[in-house]
């Protein structure tokens, strides 16, 4: 387990390693070198953000979940107020700082998962919902959605999923619950006209190549223009112009410049992320533990799966960055304190086991110990 939690932030590292080419190859045209100095800050902050967390055992987020709820929430509260919170394309997502800019709404995604998963361990096996936690956790989508940020709130629905799919509640609570949040992201989705016509646009993109459906046939034409070894890595994507090529079409641009080759590895690397996810949360000494870890790795997996998907044509295009490549220090962050409480998580789970393991009746017999040792806390 060592070497997994090793990989998988080698791994994450690697892939944030790719998201610096790719977005000064996205912005250099334009903005020459000013975006990669700034995407080097948030890529150094948030490896010591996955120092940090990975250092932090997965048992405090008990006594910390309900101030990072806090600060989370009057954060998205704070950036849908006119004058302090800052619109940009119709929406309200930043906080500015000077130089920073913080987007509450990746944030909030880890306040649900450890707030709900906190709650839920405390509950005995086969209970029903918790219904102030979900109610908590509800209002966090709530403000995420009417800033409106679609992408951030559906990803914030897969990563409560991961987290009651792991817990020990009722089946058929857990059943219904899957149901009503896939009628109400079906709903966001038709409701609102700008977000079915993107829906309509996936379903037929070259009916609209000149309007709504531009973005998904540029990215198509952009990725068919890589072939197998692409243009090049930093050629700047100069064959297709395609919008948002720095965040949420960031999959078009590794398609154009490291082709089919880049396109595989780039998953493959997401595969691992989700393979040692489901193993650390399998492996988990704890519910909390279990639910925390399932939580995490469906919220970095569903956003990544989004974001391809949309790139390829595969998905409805929802909005949503490619979690350690696309630009966005707030996203970036949160993505590797994901990686580092799943690191801790790991590394507690393995020492409960061998402590255990250590103190079990027999083997303490075996040793001459005593015949019932007093309990060792474990993660």
Not at 22 to 36: H, K, P
Request: glycine share 12%.
């Amino acid at each position: 387990m060592s070497s997994l939690r090793a990989n998988l932030f080698l791994v994450a590292l690697g892939l944030s390693m790719l998201g610096l080419v790719m977005v000064y190859s996205a912005t250099y045209g334009e903005v020459g070198a000013d975006f990669l100095f700034v995407r080097i800050g948030h890529t150094v902050l948030g490896v010591a953000v996955y120092f940090v967390a990975s250092r932090i055992r997965y048992t405090s987020w008990r006594k910390y979940a309900p101030a990072l709820y806090l600060i989370v929430l009057l954060g998205l509260i704070l950036v849908l107020i006119p004058g302090i919170g800052t619109q940009i394309n119709g929406a309200r997502r930043w906080l500015d700082f000077g130089p920073m800019s913080i987007q509450p709404a990746e944030f909030a995604k880890l306040a649900a998962i450890l707030v709900l998963s906190c709650a839920v361990a405390r509950l005995p096996h086969g209970s029903g919902l918790p219904v102030k936690p979900l109610v908590a956790v509800g209002v966090l989508f709530i403000l995420v959605f009417v800033e409106p940020d679609f992408g951030s709130s559906v990803v914030l629905l897969a990563g409560v999923a991961g987290t009651l799919w792991a817990s020990e509640l009722r089946t058929r609570d857990l059943v219904l619950s899957g149901l009503v949040g896939l009628v109400a992201v079906a709903g966001m989705m038709v409701l609102e006209p700008y977000r079915r016509e993107r829906f309509l646009t996936f379903l037929d993109p070259w009916a609209a190549a000149d309007g709504s459906g531009y973005q998904v046939v540029q990215s198509m034409v952009a990725i068919k223009a890589g072939g197998f070894f692409g243009s090049g890595a930093g050629s700047g994507g100069q064959g297709t112009y395609v919008p948002e090529l720095g965040t949420d079409m960031i999959f078009a641009l590794i398609g154009e410049e490291l082709g089919l080759i880049g396109m595989v590895v780039v998953i493959a690397a997401f595969g691992f992320i989700a393979l040692a996810g489901l193993r650390i949360a399998m492996n988990a000494s704890s519910v909390m533990a279990r639910c925390v870890a399932a939580g995490l790795t469906t919220m970095l997996i569903a956003q990544a799966t989004f974001n391809i998907g949309a790139a390829m044509v595969v998905l409805p295009l929802a909005g949503m960055t490619l979690p350690f490549v696309s630009y966005g220090g707030s996203s970036l962050l949160v993505c590797f304190a994901a990686v580092g409480i799943l690191y801790r998580i790991s590394e507690d789970s393995e020492r409960a086991r061998e402590i255990k393991h250590a103190a079990s009746p027999d083997r303490r017999r075996r040793h001459g110990g005593a015949r019932y040792p007093r309990a060792v806390r474990g993660g």
